[in-house]
């Protein structure tokens, strides 16, 4: 399964791992409500995360909204390619300090950047598709 849900002392931990699409999203969103409805903090941990497409994305955002207790740890270039490509990579990674920064190299492959006006505009378009 590329995803497993574990019980930690401040919520649930969610790890997503290889390639998630729109085959795993229901059992993805089924496996979350508990946690969910008791309002529990969701720590997603996507180190081993090659690829998730747009279902996958939209239940991190629906997450995100109704529990505000959605928070990412680790994450790997394919976790942050496919947010970039839907310029979402703002809303769920906190941005590397000064420091960090300098350090850092973009993914492989990483598309060209766009506007932050041009992303947030076609962010809140994509939001409101919920």
């Known amino acids: 399964m590329p995803f ?18 729109v085959r795993q999203a229901r059992e993805l ?12 903090r969701i ?8 690829e998730m497409d747009t279902s996958i994305i939209q239940i991190l955002c629906r997450l995100s909204r109704q529990t505000g207790r959605l928070q990412v740890g680790g994450t790997s270039d394919g ?11 703002k809303f769920f990674v906190q941005a590397p300090s000064p420091i ?5 190299t973009p993914p492989r492959n990483a598309p ?19």
């Open 4 to 21: 497993e849900l574990q019980t930690a002392a401040d919520g649930v931990k969610l790890t997503l791992t290889g390639r998630l699409g």
């Open 29 to 40: 969103w089924d496996a979350v409500q508990p946690a969910v409805a008791a309002g529990q």
């Open 43 to 50: 720590r997603v941990q996507a180190e081993e995360l090659e």
């Open 79 to 89: 976790f942050l390619v496919s947010l970039q490509r839907r310029g979402l990579e």
């Open 100 to 104: 960090e920064a300098k350090h850092q």
């Open 112 to 130: 060209a950047q766009t506007t932050t006006t041009t992303r947030k505009k076609e962010a809140a378009a994509w939001l409101r598709e919920f």
